[in-house]
């Protein structure tokens, strides 16, 4: 044995007594004389202490080494307390360089973190020996655990799925592996286990889960993996969309109570449509640690005669940012126009409560006084307005303006997480293209019957879909799912597909709905989504072990690389230049 115990048992109790240690060379510092050492495990730091200099030559940061030593008491001027060991330290009698570190290292460990990222991932294991990186693994595996018991002590049992499948509508890029069996052919990564895990409920299974790994090709954001990624997938039978809050809530509470540093606020969480998220805040993953609210304003400027407003979709809200000087207003108005608005209007309530601005000369008093009304303004505050002919395209802008004011102003309270569901999403929306076509996707249940689909304008038709949502992050999607075989095919006759399609893309379902399919429903919270929350970041990478750049490049491994000419023929791959 290279050691007999942590170096966090290291204490005053031990004081007299030999130990045998080893760990990584945390700093070696030389006091003319004698030399400090402090070794570092996973556990904690150990200072030790030798007066043979000739160690030093031998000796690197981050080596590895195993030594043997009485453990003494400090002396009063060196005891630190910010350290479970700190106020004993070992004698060294013997030590081993087990494995010995290069001299010039890539980065300081322990200040990894301030480190480009692009070099922390090329040497991630130098990265991952960082404390804060140690502590989120921890934490990773701590979650994983007590997602399990906390699921199964809900009934539900774990099922893997396979890896190896067939391409599904998901939302996002396809992983293609080809068949070296099968020429020509190409199996699919999975998107998400959700083709598998309705069959599990035709076959029985009554409450599913499985924390699974689920790959898409996207482009990575900061609070989007590339590649692959977890979510606490999960679908039960018999179960209406309360069932399925109710469980996702008590799930998230459990975790969140034992798990998060941060206050939260406890289920049942707040619901709202997503009609209304859109017209309150300007996306379907507000923030609700932002006190602003957007108001629709169409009402008030309904008979108006300035063209800016005239026919539009008209958003705003009033907040007090009369202590800003005018170089504020003059950046969000800059923001704005850069994101693509015509143009950014406000105005401040005086004192006689009349408003001054711009645009008050271009519109009447009635809606001078309805706007202060409608937004619920007060003397100091001021209004802004933002409108567009395109009702998506104004609650984005204004969406997006509701998270700058509130996070220039400090509005914004960092220290807490607020969550709450969005349901009642549109069954379907329109492309860039002007084509119609499924907002999430097929599974769903529309909150229409087959006669509705027939004669109702699509775009009207919502869906049994629900998002967990947290200080601006979608955390869980899911849904009601729909077993209706006559359902299924309208739907995608809608989309422009027709029961070929159906049979060829979700064959397995199609027929299983045609054996007794019991009604089900499900949701999947993103894993590494609930990480970040709990550990109050924003780079979605350092909850990951071993993640791509901001490139979907593997800077560790080296990856992707090119396949050699043999690779490819046994393949039936030709690369075309």
Known sequence: MYR???LDKVDEKLIGKSVKLAGWVN???DHGGIVFIDLRDKTGVVQ??????????SLTRESVISVTGKVVLRSHDTVNLSIKSGKVEVEIDDMRVLSKSRAMLPFDVKDSMKTNEEVRLKYRYLDLRNDKMQSMLKLRADVAFDTRLIMRELGFTEVATPILTVPSPEGARDYLVPSRVHKGKFYALPQAPQQFKQLLMCGGVDKYFQ????????????DRLTGDFYQIDMEMSFATQDDVLSTVETLVEKLFSKHSKFPFNKGPFKRYAYKEAMTKFGTDKPDLRNPIVMVGLEDVFAN?????FKNRTVEGFSVNASAQPRSFFDRLQKLMLDEGAEGLAWVRVQEDGTLKGPIVKFISKDECDNLIKKTNAKIGDDIFVIADANPKTCYKLAGMLRNEVGEKLNLIDKNRIEFCWIVDFPMFELSDEGKIEFCHNPFNMPKATLEDLKTKDPLTI??????LVANGYEVASGAVRNTDKDVMIKLFEIVGYGEEEIQRRFGAL?????YGAPPHAGVAPGFERLLMLMLGITNIRDVVPFPMNSRAQDLLMGGPIEADEKQLRELHIKLRQ
């Not at 108006?304 to 800016?308: E, V």
């Not at 919502?462 to 998002?467: G, V």
């Not at 199609?510 to 045609?514: C, D, E, G, L, N």
């Open 211 to 222: 924390i699974a790994p689920c790959f898409r090709d996207e482009d990575p954001r900061a």
């Open 27 to 29: 700093t070696i510092r």
């Open 510 to 514: 199609y027929t299983a709905f045609q």
């Open 48 to 57: 030790l202490k030798t007066n043979d200099d000739s160690l030093l030559s």
């Open 4 to 6: 007999n115990m942590m």
């Open 304 to 308: 108006t005669t300035f063209s800016a």
């Open 462 to 467: 919502e869906a049994y879909q629900y998002d």
